[in-house]
């Protein structure tokens, strides 16, 4: 009798072929279980799909968009289309890195417009090149993953594997300088230049009262000059990673399914920096004036 059970306990922890143990009762296996239900009742029966959200933890829309993707096991959405989702959104960084920093065309401002030119391109040179690098990179990062989690025998993987391997190269070749000029330009010359100027700016301030007055006006007009090239040269970066990688990116995304939203480029938040910048001379002119109106007032009285 002893050994029928034993034997019992043993068959009860062996597969089909006798040979190879396994575990009963695993939690994987009752997730595996949740996972399927929840998949099929997701679109046929919205009630039954929220209970077993509930049983899972789910209090909130976040709660549940996690579990949907966890339940997601497929690695691609759309296997048949991944390879020409994958080509469009490499050609689309290409033509983004060749024509995403060229020269904004500026007029009205006479013989400032270069000057205007050159800023808005240095600008739009910096969010192009930070937003490819984060692109690129989050590509290499979604191919690792998923073909990570594929099955050996998935046909997916040897898609996923290719892809991950082109940008595994290419990633490199989006990750240069953010800079429109060379740095050591740029540390040099142009920024010891500045330094110069505004020390003999500061220093003709402190002298009298017109004085303080010209440089609190050139001081407003600089940083509203600023904010506008700012502003402009996210407005044309922004316009030509719409008209390039948005649309391909997205569908990139859904073809791999179940993976959040592409990167967002830097755009918005720059050009929202430089609505804040522009609203400053508006605050800093007149109360360099009126500070400047009190300290002559005040050294008129100390003069009587």
């Not at 046929?44 to 968009?65: K, P």
């Not at 048949?80 to 960084?93: I, Q």
Request: hydrophobic share 50%; glycine share 6%.
């Amino acid at each position: 009798m002893a050994k029928q059970q034993r034997d019992s306990v043993d068959a009860r922890h062996s597969v089909s072929d006798g040979r190879t143990p396994v575990a009963k009762n695993l939690l994987l296996d009752d997730l595996d279980e949740k996972f399927a239900a929840f998949q099929a009742f997701r679109k046929s029966d919205s009630a039954a799909a929220s209970a077993i959200l509930d049983t899972l933890g789910a209090q909130d829309d976040v709660d549940r968009d996690i579990l949907l993707e966890l339940s997601s096991r497929r690695p691609l959405g759309h296997p048949d289309k991944f390879p020409e989702a994958h080509a469009l959104a490499v050609r689309a960084l290409e033509v983004l890195d060749r024509n995403g920093a060229r020269s904004a065309r500026v007029t009205g401002l006479g013989p400032l417009a270069p000057v205007a030119a050159f800023g808005i391109r240095q600008v739009a040179h910096f969010i192009v090149r930070s937003y490819q690098s984060t692109v690129a990179d989050a590509m290499l990062r979604l191919y690792e993953r998923r073909e990570a989690n594929c099955a050996l025998d998935d046909p997916a993987r040897r898609m996923l594997t290719r892809a991950r391997i082109h940008m595994t190269r290419i990633t490199p070749g989006f990750k240069r300088s953010v800079l429109g000029v060379p740095a050591f330009l740029l540390g040099g010359a142009v920024v010891s230049s500045l330094v110069r100027v505004l020390q003999i700016v500061v220093a003709s301030a402190l002298g009298s009262l017109w004085s303080k007055k010209v440089a609190t006006l050139a001081l407003g007009l600089a940083i509203a000059a600023i904010s506008w090239v700012i502003l402009r040269g996210a407005a044309v970066a922004r316009r030509r990673i719409h008209l390039t990688t948005d649309a391909a990116l997205t569908a990139l995304w859904q073809t791999v399914g179940r993976c959040g939203q592409p990167p967002k480029d830097p755009s918005r938040v720059i050009a929202l920096v430089a609505i804040v910048l522009a609203f400053l001379p508006w605050v800093l002119i007149p109360l360099g004036l009126l500070l400047g109106w009190l300290t002559d007032g005040s050294s008129e009285g100390m003069a009587r």
